[in-house]
Nanobody
Framework: EEQLVESGGGLVQAGGSLRLSCAAS????????IDWFRQAPGKEREGISC???????HHTDSVKGRFTISSDHAKNMVYLQMNNLKPEDTAIYYC?????????????????????WGQGTQVTVSS
């Protein structure tokens, strides 16, 4: 069964760091674009980072310079290192997989356009 499982969320003070993990099973991430999304209370889901099989990445302006997406193909894992966290980063973070070799900065707002979604992990940043 194909699935994505996020982990690594938690409560952290402003200025702190967390590393989220996205574990893929049942398929190889090499052939997919893996996107990180987040959804804050009362707000729409927002795509923030993407990585594809050749290691190319994209980060939106809201996280550029603070968040770094990476992957380990041997472990079939994708990570999101989040530094200098701010209270406005508080959200549920999701990873999603799309059969694509493009990370062009477009994060499809239609959930059903992605092949797989994780269940999400909560990140809470206190001021």
């Amino acid at each position: 069964e194909e699935q994505l499982v996020e982990s690594g969320g938690g409560l952290v003070q402003a200025g702190g760091s967390l590393r989220l993990s996205c574990a893929a099973s049942g398929f190889r991430i090499d052939d997919y674009a893996i996107d990180w999304f987040r959804q804050a209370p009362g707000k729409e889901r927002e795509g923030i980072s993407c990585i594809i099989g050749d290691g190319s990445t994209h980060h939106t302006d809201s996280v550029k310079g603070r968040f770094t997406i990476s992957s380990d193909h041997a472990k079939n894992m994708v990570y999101l290192q989040m530094n200098n966290l701010k209270p406005e980063d508080t959200a549920i973070y999701y990873c999603a997989a799309e059969k694509s070799d493009v990370c062009g900065g477009y994060y499809n707002p239609h959930e059903d356009e992605y092949d797989y979604w994780g269940q999400g992990t909560q990140v809470t940043v206190s001021s």
